[in-house]
């Protein structure tokens, strides 16, 4: 009798053994079964650890590359200053366009973004932070238009360290992004040029820590 009572309370453990050693391989075949992820392509990145860009030290403006960031500073408080390059990109094709803007010293009215479907600085598209608030707009043919007048956002840093910007293009709709918070979207309809750039209005000085375009999956 003791024997089978002490057989029948091993028999417990044992066929709890057996069904979590068959749930396991259940949940294993199933993770076998599951499609990979696809991540977005990045079609171009740079972060800065070469010192191919532009860099000049000017009256109204200094840029450098230096310890994986890009450095521009802006000296005047009246004018507005903008640095372009020339990336191609499929205006048929959806991207994600990411860049970090770290600001290390600013005026009260100092203002930076970045400027897309660039094609000069009489016709873009511009998102610019300025303190807590952002703006979205473009320039078109030296007539500017607001899309989203300067608004307040808990998700912009003021503390000094960097701000990450994303712009989000599916097909004519674009999501814009502060910190990986969506805070607008829009559609564009009117693609202007192809080139990216930075700009800035007012005295200030930013480190751009990257900047990167990825088509979407």
């Not at 003791?2 to 749930?23: A, D, G, Q, R, V």
């Not at 396991?24 to 650890?49: A, Q, R, T, W």
């Amino acid at each position: 009798m003791n024997y089978s009572f002490i057989h029948m309370k091993n028999i417990k453990p044992l066929l709890l053994l057996f069904l979590f050693t068959i749930s396991l391989s259940f949940l294993s075949c199933n993770k076998k079964d599951e499609e990979p992820e696809v991540k977005d392509l990045v079609i171009f990145e740079d972060d800065f650890s070469t010192s191919t860009w532009d860099c000049f030290d000017e009256e109204i403006v200094v840029a450098c590359v230096q310890d994986g960031y890009l450095f521009i500073e802006h000296k005047n408080e009246d004018l507005n200053y903008f640095y372009s390059f020339y990336y191609y990109y499929d205006f048929q094709s959806d991207y994600i366009i990411e860049t970090a803007v770290e600001s290390i010293e600013t005026s009260e009215d100092f203002q930076y973004g970045i400027m897309f479907l660039l094609k000069n600085r009489y016709n873009h598209y511009y998102m610019y932070l300025k303190g807590d608030q952002f703006h979205i707009g473009y320039v078109y043919n030296y007539n500017h238009h607001s899309i989203a007048e300067l608004t307040y956002s808990e998700h912009i840093k003021t503390d000094g360290s960097a701000n990450n910007i994303k712009l989000r293009k599916d097909g004519y709709h674009w999501d814009f992004y502060i910190n990986e918070e969506k805070v607008y979207e829009y559609e564009v309809t009117n693609e202007i040029g192809d080139e990216f750039g930075y700009f800035f209005i007012g005295r200030g000085k930013v480190g751009i820590d990257y900047f990167k375009v990825s088509k979407l999956k």
